[in-house]
């Protein structure tokens, strides 16, 4: 009982503190049967909460034993409530003592002769990067060892789950979740009575590559820029003709990109510095100019920025008062998570976490605080309910309305440096041609030679 609300308000959470949620291959999830869902591990305990929230079935995890504290309390809370098994690594333990999970084992093996979803992350460490860190071999034991205790009758499946964050650290950005296939343990069993050594090294490695599969890899931070500028200058045509979902198509995108980069890296380098090159140039003249690459997609720069500025003008105005009223009710819900994530750590990879969880309480606490007192001061139920439900309208409205503005800011700066200065505007115009033109042959060369 306490696990399924914890759920519905974790996926509450989600919701709000993700622009976009998108899960892929939902029919691969199994619904019945012992599982063990493997996943990469960016963001610490914005993973675990995000596959727990799409599973059928109620999840537990293991996770270093170093999250559990000294508190008998916080143990309680993570081993009953949170359903989390510690797994002692070696820097877990005191120095010179080997770390003994035996006990770890036999809890795992009866757990999942009982027909439960277990979620590992075999990397056994969390970075926020684009990077898959060594697949640890424990997953593969666990499992083949589960299987070994049940004479392979317990159909356990492995189900690896790759996570893509757009940016992990910052609010209202994306993530896809790609679901693949399971993976059936039937094929190891000989093996595995034969060499439980070469078994369990052969389905680590499956894992491994399986995850891959599902995963933006990037090897750098400038390998990883360079991929997000060609998106968004590229984006619209670089999948014309193939048949790929919206859900998808980012993932997808991304993927192909990483993949020419490779094959220019080595086949045609000069080409793929010009376009560095090109890119850095571009984007470092629109971010002097305090400009963003979106406004320099419409087809008629000025007549459009015109037209929509009028509109943008109306909606400003008129949407300005509701603005305030949600800005002075939702403020300090909002400010709070982000303060106290700051002064808890510094490590990129608990800010978001630690931000959706403190948001959890702080609009909980203040919206029933301040539903509370409208009511004392009004005793007018039905007043009370239509406050309460305006509390959270108005906050996504602060929150439209303020990237509206920025938006609006950006373009109307553009449309100001047009009239004042057409050269500078007509010579970004002609980089960004110049630099559309340049991937789009880039791409044409790739799609042929790969082939």
Known sequence: MIYALLKLIVKIALRIFFKEISVNNKHFMPRKGPVIVVANHPNTFMDPMLIASILPKQ?????????????KLQHWIFNKVLHMIPVYRKQDVKPGIKPDNKAVFAKCFEFLASEGTLLIFPEGTSYLERKL?????????????????????????ILGIGLNYSDG???????????????????YKNEYQGDEYSAVKKLTEEIRARLEKHLILTRNEEEDKLVLAIEKIFKSTLLEGAEV???????????????AINYFEEKNPGRLETIKLNIEKYFNDIERLKLNDEVFTKKNLSGSIFLKGLSALFYLILGFPVYVYGLINNYLPYIIPSQVAGKITRDVEYLAPIMMVTGIFTFSLFYSLQIYFFYQLFSVLWLT?????????????????????????????????FRKRKDIIFNLVAQRKALFNLIK???EEYLTNSL
């Open 133 to 157: 860190r060594e697949i640890k071999t424990g997953t593969a034991r666990i499992a083949l060892g589960a299987e070994k205790e049940n004479d392979f009758k317990l159909d356990l499946k």
């Open 59 to 71: 999840v537990h995890f293991l996770a270093n034993a170093t999250v559990f504290g000294r508190s």
């Open 385 to 417: 309910v239509l406050y309460g439900v305006s509390l959270p309208l108005s906050g996504f409205f602060v929150m439209h309305y303020w990237n509206f503005m920025m938006h609006s800011g950006k373009n109307l700066r553009l449309l100001t440096l």
């Open 169 to 187: 650290r910052r609010f209202r950005s994306k993530v896809t979740l790609n679901i693949d296939e399971p993976i059936e343990l039937s094929k």
């Open 441 to 443: 042959e880039t791409k």
């Open 245 to 259: 979902s919206k859900k998808e198509r980012d993932f997808v995108v991304n993927k192909e990109v990483i993949k």
